[in-house]
C-alpha cells in the first residue's frame, strides 16, 4: 500500500526519554501509520521537516488492557519510529 508522505507521520513524539535522545544521540520519536515501512518514514521526516536522516528503527506498541467503569476494554495498538539524523542537523518541535 503507498501512503502519501504526509500520512506516514502521525505526530511527535516528546517523552522526557526521547528529550535525552534528542540532546545526545540526535534522535526523536513519531507516531506513523501502522502500515508504514522504515523507507516510507525515512523519506517522510526528509521531506517534512528537511532533514538527512541516518536510520530508522521501528516497533509496534501493543494495547494495554484498561478498566472503565468495571468493563474492560483495551487501548489502541499503535506504530513507534524513532529517527536518528545526520550530525549538525535538528527538528524543532515546539512550533
Known sequence: MKLNLYDVVIEPLITEKLSKAAEAANQYGFRVHPQANKKE???????????????????????????????????????????????????DLTK
Open 41 to 91: 518514514v525515512k523519506a517522510a521526516v526528509e521531506k517534512i521537516f528537511d532533514v538527512h536522516v541516518e536510520s530508522v528503527n521501528t516497533m509496534n506498541v501493543s494495547g494495554k488492557w484498561r478498566r472503565v467503569r468495571h468493563v474492560p476494554g483495551q487501548t489502541t495498538a499503535w506504530k513507534k519510529a524513532i529517527v536518528t539524523l545526520k550530525k549538525g542537523e535538528k527538528i
